[in-house]
């Protein structure tokens, strides 16, 4: 109620009255202002609405197997990072996702805040023992990356900052570390940085008596694989040509000019990258070349550095082995002979012969059972396994030859090998975890069977792992396959009547399996309402070797439709509803995102495609790109008449058309060597043209980073927080 004096002067009161005009003309239109407030942020937009930015259309026509595609956007595709009319749009781009997005600057802070405040931000790992000392990394609150220490002979000694990555990133955007491998006699360092995201990194090497870097040993555009010889000065690392494929293997001599470095070994196959890894009982070094379907191993005598690697056994197409050492013997996992899940062999080494495999003695094959890998002890094989979709963990007394699989608290779960550093060791540490029960990491006597719980993860905030439930579900796929669906949330959610909002993610590519592990930055979703769940579709390696090759080459399809399928089944059974679902993946999961975007749009209210792999034809036509050549085993080459037609059927790019599609918001890194950022940046120009709905199409191009985001644990999470910020302005309650 307004009061006016009643001898209030004529030029006041002419004031009064332009205020109170000005006033009511406020409230007039408060209501649609209001209207265009978000309840998460509080924050108005403005009225105007933003236009996004129109990449120009320059004509390119790729003509193949009589078939033309129109490519406007080709142009985008600038490798050198050099034209500035690209980098230009891909600035405009993000400008407009800023403004986009400012609305939710709060919701992201709150989101950020949520996921850190769980974090035990100073916290340090369990040491672990390698030749006496006590080796362990640590990290302090407010610093972005971990410390690497060490305490010499005791767990009660000073500690020994062997490694202070802030330091070494204290100027710079980007900063991953690569190799950290100490020498055998414990006094050299050697290290590898990576301060761009292109996954070339520079080799170091710190002698720890001094403190000191030897500048004269470092060098430069390495890749991350390598290993120290038994003489403490010699060692052996990896190159990559210009596809980004590791090709070459270099000796070094600790004290020599790295220019005089001699190449040992050069893969010419462009499917074929070379990897380096040392046994246990440190007494070989084995030199792998693995495609995506062969391996080829070679090893020396790790105290013999001027020999000569000798060949296991030769490669032959789409047979697959791994090896080990232990007292004399050679244990062999392979899927030779059709042992589709892999099989357990041995043969001593006295006997070896790399032109023979029929005195390989086989130990152990369970076709129901997938062998993905195995720890060689003095006494003992600790072999990874994987059967119903579950990782498992089984010992075998190489003595005895007796077999027992660890048991574990929870069907649905995930374990897999902790940091094991002695050869001369009875125990095996091992990391277990699941949906609701943070990382542990547990000491496993392999005799006894006695087990001791070293750390699990805290999560702080007061969580309770009671607070919250998960299940599996099955969801039935176009042929009749069943579809395992991991799922989790808070209990007292009323999760039948397809109100919730979900998260539904999934990669199904290479036989990587999705497993359901702890991931405290989800609890910001679950505590908000959400559904969290993952589908563990053909491609992936969840259900044996069969389901990861049901899902490539010319059966990749059964990929995308294995997902609708769970989707369709999670809004079928009242989990969520199309409006509520969000659905995300990462590259080749970005893949998949793009592919399902285009099959089914309606089943979704919000995608979010992170470095997504989505221009397939394109890149699989160009052998020069990084990773091409060495996918024609996992994708096939378009430049076969049949592969090009069946790619043609799902590859995003090709398939976006003239139709609505849900909220979309792509990531890209400018410097990712795995997925170009052109690719998600030709289907955003591209379906900026087309598409027939208003929702919101982003895409967030990193300019100094690559293909894993953030280097930095907080920018992480603040790429995080974006995401899910995102997720939650348009599916979310």
Known sequence: MWVWAVREPQRHRLNRIIFLLCVVFAISILPSALASCTSDSGLCEMSEPLSPPVAAKKPQTLEIHG???????????????????????????????????????????????????????????????????FYY????????????????????????????????????????????????DQNILAYSIDDEGDEFHVLYFKDLRTGEIIESDTIEETEYSFEWANDNKTVFYTTMDDANRPDKVWKHVLGTDPEQDEVIFEEKDQRFNLGLSKTLDEKYIFLESSSQVTTEIWFLDANQPNGEFKLFAARKQNIEYEIDHQNGIWWIITNKDGAKNFKLMKVAVAEHDAKREDNWQEVSYRPQVKLDGMEAFKGHLALWEREHGYSQLTIMNTATGEFHRVELPEQSHVVGSGTNAQFDSTVIRFTYSSFSTPSQLWEYDMNTRERKLLKQEEVLGGYDPKDYESAREEAISHDGTKVPVSLVWKKGLNRMDGSNPMLLEAYGSYGVSSDPSFDSKVLCLLDRGFVYGVAHIRGGGEMGRQWYEDGKLLTKRNTFLDFIASARHLIEKKFTSPKRLAITGASAGGLLMGAVMNMAPELFGAIVAE????????????PTLPLTVGEYEEWGNPQDKEYYEYMLTYSPYENAKARAYPAMLFTAGLNDPRVAYWEPAKLVAKLRTIKTDENDLLLKTEMEEGHGGASGRYDFLKEIAFNYAFIIDHVGK
């Open 67 to 133: 078939h033309k595609i129109e490519d406007p956007y080709h142009w985008l595709k600038d490798r050198e990072h050099e034209d500035e009319e690209v980098l230009d749009y891909l600035e405009d781009e993000n400008e407009y996702t800023e403004a986009k997005t400012a609305h939710l600057k709060k919701l992201q802070d709150e989101l950020y805040h949520d996921m850190l405040k769980r974090i035990k931000e100073t916290d340090s790992s369990v040491p672990y023992q390698y030749n006496g000392n």
């Open 137 to 184: 990394k640590r990290t302090e609150e407010g610093k972005q990356y971990p410390i690497y220490c060490r305490k010499k002979g005791s767990v009660d000694a000073p500690e020994e900052i062997l490694l202070d990555q802030n330091e070494i990133a204290k100027d710079l955007h980007f900063c991953s570390l690569g190799v950290y491998d100490i020498s055998p």
């Open 611 to 622: 470095v997504p792999f989505v221009d397939a034809i394109n890149t699989m036509l160009d």
